[in-house]
């Protein structure tokens, strides 16, 4: 009986060994570092098991034990569920590092930028085009919905979803800014002023400017003047979705469009553009001028006046400053071309 329980201890000793032995070895493993050269992405599909996780981050090269980290998934203390995306795995890292990494959802973050000025043409299309994204885009956007900044997006993310929230977040701008709105201003209602903020935005790319502009364009409304604003009469041949790349003829300027604002008076039936934060506190707070007309300067601004005679004399200098530049420009071998002169301003 005595040499029976001898060979059970022996046994038990010999488990107890080789289970710690083995422990010790697995929690060496799972701390080392890993074969992972350098920093790189990897994407957990949706819906992935350990097993199919564990072989693709094998094949990626981040682990030289699969069936450990299926091992690992089993007994971690703690257990949470892997969320499916796209995530930055650092160098060499060890795989219970990469099993929190991966538990914790910290996602790479994409980035889109929506420049101030695009039409929702444009907008939709750098969506359209944006790799990382999924699905279709079966929005309907008008002109004007989507607020320009910088959006951080997830890998596979929708393009439904981002655009909703451009549209969401333009929404909220406007609101904020419409409560914020100087007294008195002709504007009806916030579609109004989301479509003066276009003009505005198209009209200047001087930030000290905006407010500036945004007051011509008030005086006019207040005094029933004609906007004669170039780029809503651009935006009713193009609607936005192609580039105009010439002069605005006399037939442009005589056309039946409603956003030719040389005709019709009053601002046009809707923006021409997806204006900026800045654009749109400038058309609700308006600078306190009395100027009516403004053009090119030369410098990359405008020169404003309050009257016809004083505006006649800044188009002259201006008118001007271009004849000289197309005398240097004649005489210099092509090599690019000259600045831009800025945006045409409202005449008499």
């Not at 929690?27 to 350990?50: H, Q, Y």
């Not at 039409?119 to 885009?137: F, H, N, P, Q, Y």
């Amino acid at each position: 009986m005595l040499s029976y329980f001898r060979w059970v201890l022996f046994f038990v000793a010999l488990f107890v060994t080789l289970m710690g032995g083995a422990l010790w070895l697995g929690n060496r493993i799972l701390t080392e570092p890993g074969p992972l050269a350098a920093t790189k992405n990897v994407v957990i599909p949706r819906g992935a098991g350990p097993q199919t996780m564990a072989k693709l981050l094998n094949e990626e090269g981040v682990l030289n034990h699969p069936r450990l980290f299926r091992v690992a998934l089993m007994i971690d203390p703690t257990p949470k569920p892997i969320k499916a995306g796209e995530y930055e795995v650092p160098a060499h890292v060890s795989m219970w590092s990469l099993l929190e990494l991966l538990q914790s959802g910290k996602q790479v973050q994409r980035r889109l930028t929506v420049v101030e000025g695009m039409t929702t043409a444009e907008v939709v299309e750098l969506v359209r085009k944006t790799e990382a994204l999924s699905g279709e885009i079966t929005l309907d956007l008008k002109e004007g919905d989507l607020l320009p900044e910088t959006y951080f997006f997830a890998r596979e993310d929708t393009r439904d979803g981002l655009l909703m929230r451009m549209k969401e977040a333009m929404d909220k701008t406007l609101d904020e800014a419409w409560r914020k709105r100087a007294a008195g201003l002709p504007l009806a209602n916030r579609r109004e002023a989301l479509t003066l903020a276009s003009i505005v935005e198209k009209e200047t790319a001087v930030p000290a400017e905006r407010a500036r502009v945004a007051a011509v364009y008030i005086n006019r409304l207040r005094r029933r003047m004609k906007l004669e604003s170039d780029p809503t009469t651009i935006y009713g041949i193009t609607l936005g979705k192609a580039p105009f790349n010439r002069e605005l003829t006399r037939a442009d300027l005589q056309s039946n469009s409603p956003y030719n604002t040389y005709v019709v008076t009053g601002l046009p039936p809707g923006p021409i553009c997806n204006p900026g934060r800045a654009s749109i506190l400038a058309a609700l707070n308006p600078a306190r001028d009395r100027a009516l007309f403004f053009v090119a300067d030369g410098q990359g601004g405008h020169a404003f006046a309050n009257t016809l005679a004083e505006h006649n004399r800044n188009v002259e200098r201006w008118r001007q400053i271009q004849r000289e530049r197309a005398e240097q420009q004649s005489t210099q071998p092509a090599a690019g071309g000259t600045p831009s002169p800025g945006r045409p301003a409202p005449r008499p």
